[in-house]
Each structure stands twice: as C-alpha cells, then as structure tokens.
C-alpha cells in the first residue's frame, strides 16, 4: 500500500464507521450526514473540518476536493427492506423514496465525471433487499448506473458474524474505474458459495448488455477466525441502562413461546454465566391473532441491530447465572462493540440516539476486511506487475 495516505468520501456517513473501518492508510477529505445528532458524534470523533451537515441532495461537487481513491455511500435502506414494503430506489421522475436518495449521490457521482475526476473505487453499502427490492429492478438500475459510467463492478454479502456477535448480513457493491488495472488475483472466474449466495447469483443473472460485460466476480479471501461471542462484550456495570426489576423479566418470559422457555431452561442447566439476546417481534397465535412475543437465542450471537422505529424492538439481554435470571436493554457501549469499535470511540449521550447510529452503521471490521481484501490492492495496482488492464 502507498505510503501517502488514500483519499476518500464518505457519503451518509452517520458516525463514521466506515472512516473507522479503513483506518490510519486513509484520509476523509470530504464527509457528510443529514443528522444533527450522528453529525455531532462524527465531529466528536474525527473532526469537523471536512465534515457537511445536509441532506446529500444538495452536496455540490465543489465541495469535494480532488480525485479520491474511493467514495464510500452506505445510503439510506429503509425501502430496499421488508420494513419498507420494498418501495425501492424510486427514480427522478418517480416521488423519491428514502433509499431513492442514492439517485442524488449518483448525480454527484456523474458531475464528477463530467469534470474529469470521478473516484478510482466506489462502495455501496446495504441491506440485501437491494438484491431484490421492486423485483431486481433496483439491483439492475444500481448496476446499469456503474457501467454507464464506465466502472467495473461487482457484489458481495457479507455477514458481520464473521468478524463480531451480531447477526448483520448485508451487500457491498464494489466498482472500479474500468481504466484502472484490477490484480488478477481479485477475480474469480465464477461465483463463491461463500461470498455470492443464490440471490446475488439469480440478480446478476438478469443483467445484459453493458452491465453483464462490466460485472466482476471479486475473489475474497476466507475471513478470520471472530476471537469474541456476546457475553465476552457484556459491561458488567452499564451506567445509560438498568437492570429489570424481577417483575418485569418475568413479564419478558411470559412472553416467550413453549420452544424459547425451553431454550430458557436449558441455559439454566449449563450453570456458570450465559448470555442470551432477545428480540420482541409480532407473531400470530394458533387463532391467526397477532400479539407481540419474546425470541431469544443463546448461540453467543446478537440479533441485527435495527434503529428502534418502524416496527424494530430495541434489543435485550438476558444473563443467567447460578440459576437466576435478570434482563436489560443492550448499553451504549456494547452497541458500539457490536459495530466492532472501540471503547475509545464516543458514543452519543442519549440513549436513542446511541441506537440510531449503531442499527443504521456499517460493521468496522468488514470494511477493513474489504480494504485489505480489495480496495487496497486496487489503489496500488498501477505498481503491481501481475495486474492485468481492463479489457
């Protein structure tokens, strides 16, 4: 990797995770989030020199300096997901969607280009219902909009269990300027089983034309072996969460199916200190009637964080020890640990805004195993003699 430090952008930055995830080798020159309240703990944490607080649609491309080694978007999911009703990406001429905002970071995207110094590399980071919200018209639209714009690309899923507790699947875009050269290495001649499941596999199949001759299979080592489970990042004296009185932890196993009391009972059995995650989801009873139920697992994983509005539950602990039980909502802290950063990092004050940046973050860990794996490799591959030019 050069020594010189690689530019880049982030867009939608939320707290930064993704400037987290790239580390020292990089350098934000330009940043930017519609939130006040993720706005204050990005500054708080990096800086505020770079940093713009607006909506992404009115970022001028004069605010962004130079030619950056990579623009990194984990724009907005809610409607490429089922809480969403898959609306999608919309389109100009369509009312924009939340998750259409990514139409006015593509807008910024093609000005660059037009003025002659697009990004050599672009991350799109998202939940998996890009694969097949509005049907695949929204993968093929993301698709067609980087082969237009003369990039090579490809997708991986990624789940961040590889690198932390949490259960947190989601598909990253990777593209490159087709001027670039791409280390052979970098590519696979056909998909992974590990990297492209069934349903990145069937959207890609639905490309032509340009799109399916810019598509790249990346090739992505295996992961690490993940050193840590859930109750490894527990605070055993969380100081922004309490403990449940008894009364309502019993009410939070009232709540539990046959089969999740019995996960319960069995955890009790092992002795020592287990740690279980527990999510409150809307499930129908034998008569069809829906009321809410308790789900817990004690696979040492957490559930996906989600931000605590559209339906999702903020998510509970449950440690059981020498027979007892006591629960409570997850801390600030451990949130952040399940993001994979690290207790220097400044987590907002207040609660819920604390939730909101850790459930709409993207993992640190997988951005810097894509860094490793991809994004570095790409930006030095002018020195490397094995690269191959794009075709």
């Known amino acids: 990797m050069p020594n010189i430090p690689l530019t880049f952008y982030e867009f939608f930055a939320g707290g930064g995770m993704a400037r987290a ?16 309240s993720k706005a204050s703990s990005y500054t708080e ?25 990579l623009a990194w978007a984990s724009f907005p999911c809610q409607d490429l997901s089922l809480a969403g009703a898959y609306a999608g ?5 369509d009312r924009m969607t939340r998750s259409g905002a990514f139409w006015h970071f593509w807008s910024v995207m093609k000005a660059l280009l037009q003025e002659g110094r697009k990004p050599k590399t672009i991350v799109l980071e998202n939940v998996c219902g ?20 003369g990039y090579r690309f490809g997708a991986v899923v990624i789940d961040a269990a590889h690198f932390v507790p949490q259960s947190r699947p989601r598909v990253f875009f990777m593209a490159v300027d087709a001027l670039v050269p791409v280390p052979v290495g970098l590519m696979r001649g056909s998909p992974s089983s590990l990297w492209h499941p069934a349903a990145l596999i069937r959207a890609q199949g639905t490309l032509t034309g ?3 001759e810019s598509w790249l299979w990346w090739n992505l080592p295996n992961p690490p072996a993940r050193n840590a489970n859930l109750a490894d990042l527990i605070e055993a004296s969380p100081t922004d969460v309490r403990w449940h009185s008894p009364d309502e932890t019993g009410r939070l196993l009232s709540m539990m199916s046959d089969v ?13 200190r287990v740690v279980g995650a527990v999510y409150r989801r809307t499930r129908p009873n034998g008569n069809g009637v829906k009321r809410q139920r308790a789900e817990v697992r004690f696979d040492g994983m957490a559930g996906c964080l989600r931000t605590p509005g559209g339906g999702s539950s903020r998510q509970t602990i449950v440690v059981i020890e020498n027979g007892c039980i006591r629960s409570r909502l997850l801390s600030s802290r451990e949130l952040a640990r399940l993001m994979g950063l690290p207790d220097s990092y400044r987590m907002p004050s207040r609660y819920n805004e604390a939730y909101h940046l850790a459930g709409d973050g993207v993992c640190v860990g997988v951005v810097r195993f894509l860094a490793e794996s991809v994004l570095e490799p790409l930006a030095g591959a002018h020195q490397d003699p094995h690269s191959i030019a794009a075709e």
């Open 21 to 36: 995830g790239l580390g020292p080798g990089w350098h934000c020159s330009f940043a930017n989030d519609f939130s006040p």
């Open 89 to 93: 990406l919309g389109g100009s001429g």
């Open 130 to 149: 890009a694969l097949t919200s509005r049907a695949g018209a929204d993968f093929v639209a993301i698709c067609n909009a980087f082969a237009e714009s």
């Open 45 to 69: 944490n990096w800086g505020a020199d770079h940093f713009v607080l607006c909506d992404v649609a009115r970022v001028k491309p004069a605010q962004l300096p130079g030619r950056a080694a």
């Open 210 to 212: 340009h799109a399916k």
């Open 260 to 272: 999740n009391r019995l996960k319960v009972r069995n955890a009790q059995r092992v002795g020592g």
